[in-house]
Every structure is written in structure tokens, then in C-alpha cells.
């Protein structure tokens, strides 16, 4: 796997990501629209979602920086 496929992975993981902590977002910004004996939306899980999305996405963007400082190792060395 080169390192362009691992940057790549990197993307997608911060894309979904990203993706997960709008949906929590969401279901946070709904939870008082809905009757407050009816809501389905667990607070508390909202936040450990969203603490997740930050966890993932940091690591995912660390995987993507190294990648990056890889490539530039790659063409320094190619320059000498």
C-alpha cells in the first residue's frame, strides 16, 4: 500500500467523521423541537458520539500529516 492510498483512507475517515458529528449535531438540535416525553434522543450518547468523531477525525488528520511529511522526506531526498 503506498502512501498516497494511506492519505487517501486518511480522507475518508475524517470525512465520515465529520459526517457522524453533523448527524449528532442534529439529533441535539432537534431534541427540543419534539415533545419532551417523546424525544428518542439520548443526550448523553450525542456527547460520547461526538467525542468519538473528535477522536477519530484527529486521528485520522495525524495519519494524513504524516503522510504528507513522508512525501516531502520522498522529494527531498529525490532532489538530492
Do not use: Y
Request: glycine share 8%; aromatic share 4%; charged share 20%.
Amino acid at each position: 500500500m503506498g502512501i498516497s492510498a494511506i492519505m487517501s483512507i486518511a480522507v475518508s475517515g475524517m470525512q465520515a467523521n465529520t459526517g457522524s458529528l453533523a448527524a449528532s449535531a442534529r439529533n441535539v438540535a432537534n431534541v427540543a423541537t419534539s415533545l419532551p416525553d417523546t424525544s428518542d434522543v439520548d443526550l448523553g450518547q450525542e456527547m460520547l458520539d461526538t467525542i468519538q468523531a473528535e477522536i477519530g477525525f484527529k486521528a485520522n488528520a495525524a495519519v494524513f500529516e504524516t503522510g504528507a511529511d513522508m512525501w516531502d522526506v520522498l522529494m527531498s531526498i529525490k532532489r538530492d
